[in-house]
C-alpha cells in the first residue's frame, strides 16, 4: 500500500465515530496516562463496550498501543 493511500486509509477509519473522537480528545489531553477503559468510558459518558471497541480500532490502526 502506498503512503498516499495508507494515510487515506487512517484518516477515513479515525474519524468515523463520535466515541472514537471523544476516546482521543481524552487521552491527548491527558497524556500522558494510565487509565483503563471502564474508567475512560466514566469519564467521557460512553458505553464501555463502544469505548473497548474504539480502543481496540485505534490500536489495529497503530494509533495507540494500549489504555
Not at 469505548?51 to 489504555?67: M, T
Amino acid at each position: 500500500m502506498s503512503k498516499d493511500k495508507n494515510q487515506h486509509f487512517i484518516l477515513e477509519n479515525l474519524f468515523n465515530s463520535k466515541v472514537r473522537v471523544k476516546v482521543l480528545k481524552f487521552l491527548f489531553r491527558n497524556y500522558p496516562t494510565n487509565i483503563g477503559a471502564a474508567d475512560l468510558a466514566r469519564r467521557i459518558q460512553e458505553p464501555p463496550v463502544a469505548v473497548r471497541k474504539e480502543i481496540k480500532e485505534l490500536q489495529e490502526i497503530g494509533l495507540i498501543n494500549k489504555v
